[in-house]
C-alpha cells in the first residue's frame, strides 16, 4: 500500500472549514484514498472515502486531485468535537483487499472557539 | 446499538501473567481485526480473521494468539505479559457489501498496562 504524509497538526475556528491536506504520491491505480479520525480516547471512525472522483457524505468532503497524488479533507463547519486525530491512508480497492488499513501517525487538528 | 464490544476496558498485570481480551460484533461482519496503538502512534495490527475459521498475522504479531470462536467473538491472548505490550487495544470488524469491503467499525479500546 502507498505511504502518505501529512502535516502533524493543524488548528481551526469554530464554525469555519478544515481543510486537511495528505500527499500519496506513490499511489496506484487501484489504490484508494480513506479517511478515518479518532477522538480523544475513543477507537477509529470511518469518515469518508475515494478512488479519483470527488466524494461527499453527511460529515465532510475529499477532493483528489486529478493526478491522484495528494487529497484534501473537509469539514464543511467545523465544531469543537470534531478535535481529534485525522488519518489519511491509502490502500488497495475494496474487491481486492478484504481490508486490511495501515495507519501512520495522522493530523491532530484542534478545533478552537 | 452495540457495534463492537470489547471488554474489560482496562487492565493492569504483572510481567508473566496472562490474560485474554474479548471482542464481540453484532453487525454480522465476516472481517474482524487486533490493533494496538502506543502513544503518540497511529495503529498497528496484530492479527485479523477474514472470515470465521480463519486468521492471520500480521504487522506485530509476537506475543500474541488469537482465537476466532465464532461469526462474532474474536479474542485476543497475551500467554506471558511483557511491559511491552503496554498498550491500548481495538478491535474492529468489517462486512461485505456486493462483493466489495465496506469501511471497519472500530470498539472503544482495552486500555492494558504490564508492570
Known amino acids: 500500500d502507498a505511504k502518505t504524509t501529512q502535516p502533524p497538526s493543524m488548528d481551526c475556528a469554530e464554525g469555519r472549514a478544515a481543510n486537511l491536506p495528505c500527499n500519496h504520491s506513490t499511489i496506484s491505480g487501484n489504490e484508494y484514498v480513506y479517511w478515518y479520525r479518532q477522538i480523544h480516547s475513543q477507537g477509529p471512525q470511518y469518515i469518508i472515502h475515494g478512488l479519483k472522483n470527488n466524494e461527499t457524505n453527511e460529515m465532510a468532503s475529499l477532493i483528489i486531485t486529478e493526478d491522484r497524488k495528494s487529497s484534501t479533507l473537509i469539514l464543511p463547519h467545523a465544531t469543537l468535537r470534531d478535535t481529534a486525530v485525522y488519518y489519511c491512508?491509502?490502500?488497495?480497492?475494496?474487491?481486492?483487499?478484504?481490508?486490511?488499513?495501515?495507519f501512520g501517525a495522522g493530523t491532530q487538528v484542534v478545533v478552537t472557539p | 446499538n452495540a457495534g463492537v464490544t470489547q471488554t474489560p476496558k482496562f487492565q493492569v498485570l504483572k510481567t508473566g501473567q496472562s490474560m485474554t481480551l474479548q471482542c464481540a460484533q453484532d453487525?454480522?461482519?465476516?472481517?474482524m481485526y487486533w490493533y494496538r496503538q502506543d502513544p503518540g502512534m497511529g495503529l498497528r495490527l496484530i492479527y485479523y480473521s477474514a472470515s470465521e475459521g480463519t486468521t492471520d498475522k500480521g504487522e506485530v504479531p509476537n506475543g500474541y494468539n488469537v482465537s476466532r470462536l465464532n461469526k462474532r467473538e474474536f479474542s485476543l491472548r497475551l500467554e506471558s505479559a511483557a511491559p511491552s505490550q503496554t498498550s491500548v487495544y481495538f478491535c474492529?470488524?468489517?462486512?461485505?457489501?456486493?462483493?466489495?469491503?465496506?469501511?471497519?467499525?472500530f470498539g472503544d479500546g482495552t486500555r492494558l498496562s504490564i508492570l
Open positions: 491512508i491509502v490502500r488497495l480497492r475494496p474487491t481486492d483487499s478484504w481490508g486490511k488499513l495501515q
Open positions: 453487525m454480522n461482519h465476516n472481517s
Open positions: 474492529a470488524s468489517s462486512g461485505t457489501d456486493r462483493g466489495e469491503n465496506q469501511p471497519q467499525h
